[in-house]
T-cell receptor
Framework: EDQVTQSPEALRLQEGESSSLNCSYTVSGLRGLFWYRQDPGKGPEFLFTLYSAGEEKEKERLKATLTKKESFLHITAPKPEDSATYLCAVRRGSQGNLIFGKGTKLSVKP | GAVVSQHPSRVICKSGTSVKIECRSLDFQATTMFWYRQFPKQSLMLMATSNEGSKATYEQGVEKDKFLINHASLTLSTLTVTSAHPEDSSFYIC??????????FGSGTRLTVV
């Protein structure tokens, strides 16, 4: 069964304290792993798409990496405005829809 | 960038009434749209996939007669919750496929049935 598991469920950091979020997945025919940011009461906002093991992408304080079984979202020197829920999703090979994990709720305190 | 406009953002309705949620692609044509439902502290669960001009494909366990989806044009898809009940209260989000570039999401609709 296709599955996406994110950990930790919640993460509290001090401003400037770097850390990583994990997304492990099992899916037949992976056609992309996606990271989104979701603020309360809003729809997900696109961050990254990764397609093959070893691929890395960066955007400001965020860096996403991918292996054959998991992906990491590294946050370097986070700021309070980085507080949000970060969602990981994989695209199924045959259907094209996304399967989401439950997300990691990140809180960054000043 | 590609934008999907979703309305309304919040709606409160009485039990037994119907509610329509609209999603419009503003600067591109969305051949395929996805409708998700999200409960507190839970992941987005796919409800159905709609393709312009054809019937929607519903996920297992989703009542097609209760959640009516119409994708009559390349820029508009609608979800109608018919005969709503309190258990239908949730956060509904639409999404459009951008091909290899991924998906863009609407801002979501908070439905409360009283």
């Amino acid at each position: 069964e296709d599955q996406v598991t994110q950990s930790p469920e919640a993460l509290r950091l001090q401003e400037g304290e770097s850390s990583s979020l994990n997304c492990s997945y099992t899916v037949s025919g992976l056609r992309g792993l996606f990271w989104y940011r979701q603020d309360p009461g809003k729809g997900p906002e696109f961050l990254f798409t990764l397609y093959s093991a070893g691929e890395e992408k960066e955007k400001e304080r965020l860096k996403a990496t991918l292996t054959k079984k998991e992906s990491f979202l590294h946050i370097t020197a986070p700021k309070p405005e980085d507080s949000a829920t970060y969602l990981c999703a994989v695209r199924r090979g045959s259907q094209g829809n996304l399967i989401f994990g439950k997300g990691t709720k990140l809180s960054v305190k000043p | 960038g590609a934008v999907v406009s979703q309305h309304p953002s919040r709606v409160i309705c009485k039990s037994g009434t119907s509610v329509k949620i609209e999603c419009r692609s503003l600067d591109f044509q969305a051949t395929t749209m996805f409708w998700y439902r999200q409960f507190p502290k839970q992941s987005l669960m796919l409800m159905a996939t709609s393709n312009e001009g054809s019937k929607a494909t519903y996920e297992q366990g989703v009542e097609k007669d209760k959640f009516l989806i119409n994708h009559a044009s390349l820029t508009l898809s609608t979800l109608t919750v018919t005969s709503a009940h309190p258990e239908d209260s949730s956060f509904y989000i639409c999404s459009a496929s951008m091909g290899r570039d991924g998906y863009t999401f609407g801002s979501g609709t908070r439905l409360t049935v009283v």
